[in-house]
């Protein structure tokens, strides 16, 4: 028979140590280094690339890339030239072309895509690494007129400005 050391809690249970520690609220480490994923790397991982690097500056590593290698978007660059965040010099890559540059050496992958998440979970079959499923819509199957697209892009830059924030601050 083993005999497990008793902790108290603070409202005087007392349990094992293996209680303890699965009833224990689990808090996330910080991130140091963030990878974000789309389909392409042309609009929502660029933005949220460029989003991170704006508010969390040279705190956190930040990169992005494609499940495949798309072209750059000029909606894209025009709504984050609406809030002064310059994505001119933003160039797609998938993530082979990724890991063959500089290796995938990232805490936490964000893939905002379906195809994105699924290359995502294939890569921390090698690679040691926390994966999130943002999934978020893509604003080029949106159809209008010009200002009805740019507004499609508006809303999906504002989302991934929040959860930016909110993810990357603890």
Not at 150 to 165: H, P, Q, S
Request: proline share 5%; with cysteine.
């Amino acid at each position: 028979m083993r005999l497990e050391p008793k902790v108290s809690s603070s409202d005087g249970e007392t349990g094992s140590r293996e209680d303890a520690a699965e009833n224990a609220p689990s808090l996330p480490r910080k991130v140091q280094s963030v990878l974000f994923m789309c389909a392409m790397n042309a609009v929502r991982s660029p933005m949220a690339e460029a989003l991170a690097k704006h508010f969390f500056g040279k705190s956190i590593y930040v990169q992005s890339a494609g499940a495949r290698k798309g072209e750059p978007d000029g909606f894209a660059l025009a709504v984050l030239d609406e809030i002064g965040i310059d994505l001119s010099r933003h160039r797609p890559k998938s993530i082979e072309e990724l890991e063959e540059w500089e290796g995938l050496n990232f805490d936490l992958i964000i893939s905002l895509s379906p195809e994105a998440h699924h290359k995502a979970l294939e890569l921390t079959r090698t690679h040691a690494a926390e994966v999130e499923y943002w999934p978020t819509v893509d604003p080029t199957l949106f159809q209008g007129s010009r200002e009805q697209k740019l507004d499609a892009y508006r809303e999906v830059r504002d989302g991934l400005m929040r959860r930016i924030k909110t993810r990357l601050q603890r």
